[in-house]
């Protein structure tokens, strides 16, 4: 193999370490954030109260005359909180969209936002993928494979964030299912597993062309002593008395044929047509078929 090939295939482990520890920490440590689970309250509280609690727990007194102001993103993230209908969102589409983005008010904002994340994190893994499926790895006939999979797991949670989830919360609904931060394990356990399952399985080579060569050559040196030999098995034919009457049989018979062919006026003909003339012109000035003439010329060189 070529040293840069080699190069190659000791760094492909490597980046698949890279990759799956990235994602480890992503499932371990970088989760998206819940309001409602890490302050364990249910989802019906009320904004007053999740105020209360998050100034107790920053050591706030927000009641108090001149305290110090929330962040600002916790006031929207609070304020479009105070609308029930935004309880539903939340489940959908988790709690960095409605504490970051400034713009989104419709469901429609809220899935390109987040869904415009979601596809970078897609693009990494395919590339990744990508280079794990090439035929320096072995691996080429997965690639359709890999990315078929990426492919179908972003649609299907495309679907499942902004059709499968548009379900509305009842106003006493104390528990729902968080759509945004469930969908977030399921694909970074995708993302996890894809490039491990890629790089475990075996490798399979594509045969060398060079090594075709080799049974031709053999079979051209068998066929290469057989047609000399032929040569003289045509001669020693006409040495037995049985082969060489089913010789002079077939050559009559090829010979009757033949002049039979020659005789026709439609293959004279076609003959002419196509430069092959092989019969004599009767016209005053006599001549031969332009097959006879360069016939006649390569016997008069000889």
Known sequence: YHPSEHVYRRLLPLAVSLHSIHVLC?????????????????????????????????????QRQGAVAMPQDV???????????????????????????????????????????ILLQYLRTATLSLLLTTAVNGREHLRRVALGISICAFLAEGYAMTYASDVPLSRDARHAFMWHDNLFIIRHILFLVLPLLIQMLPPVYAPNPSTHFAPALA???????????????????????????????????????????????SVQRTADKFGFGY????????????????????????
């Open 219 to 265: 079979h051209l040196e068998r066929v290469l002593p057989r047609a000399h030999l032929l040569r003289y098995t045509q001669e020693a034919v006409m040495r037995h008395p049985q082969l060489r009457e089913l010789a002079v049989h077939w050559w009559s018979q090829q010979a009757v044929e033949g002049a039979a062919a020659m005789a026709d006026e």
């Open 26 to 62: 992503q499932i371990l440590l970088h989760r998206p954030p819940n309001l409602f689970k890490r302050l364990n309250v249910p989802l019906n509280v009320p904004v007053d109260q999740l105020r209360l609690l998050l100034s107790t727990e920053a050591g706030l007194d927000w």
């Open 75 to 117: 006031e929207l993230l609070l304020s479009r909180l105070a609308v029930h209908g935004n309880r539903g969102l939340f489940t959908r589409f988790g709690q960095l969209s409605m504490q970051s983005c400034q713009f989104c008010s419709s469901a429609g904002d809220y899935a390109l936002f987040n869904l415009s994340f």
């Open 279 to 302: 019969i004599k012109r009767e016209s005053p000035e006599g001549g031969n078929g332009k097959l006879r003439v360069h016939a006649r010329k390569i016997i008069e060189s000889l």
